[in-house]
């Protein structure tokens, strides 16, 4: 079974910055695809950033491409979301993802049997 725990949301004003990080155990890290999604109030999960088991094909949502940036380091079993630029429409819990089913990453939520409990991102204006 697979554990994912999230870390680094919190407050943060307009166009700052922050650094998500979630740590996998127990499984083969390496050969996950791993993804980010969030959840706003009042609103259905949506697909931030994914990346393939070895880290070479990314994809993300057209709300973040040029501001987020999804990256692995399987000898450490962790995935980040580095997040620049934000706005208060990015405010949200993010949660991580993995997928034993595949080595790409999918935007869609049921291709990723494993969840973190996820971690709050608010940002001020």
């Known amino acids: 079974q697979v554990q994912l725990v999230e870390s680094g949301g919190g407050l943060v004003q307009a166009g700052g910055s922050l650094r998500l990080s979630c740590a996998a155990s127990?499984?083969?890290?390496?050969?996950?695809?791993m993804g980010w999604f969030r959840q706003a109030p009042g609103k259905e999960r949506e697909f931030v950033a994914a990346i393939s088991s070895n880290g070479g094909i990314k994809s993300y949502a057209d709300s973040v491409k040029g501001r987020f940036t999804i990256s692995r380091d399987n000898a450490k079993n962790t995935v980040y979301l580095q997040m620049n630029n934000l706005t208060p429409e990015d405010t949200a819990i993010y949660y991580c993802?993995?997928?034993?089913?595949?080595?790409?990453?999918?935007?869609?939520?049921?291709?990723?049997?494993?969840w973190g409990q996820g971690t709050q991102v608010t940002v001020s204006s």
């Open positions: 127990g499984g083969t890290f390496s050969s996950y695809a």
């Open positions: 993802a993995a997928s034993d089913r595949y080595t790409s990453g999918r935007t869609y939520s049921h291709a990723y049997p494993y």
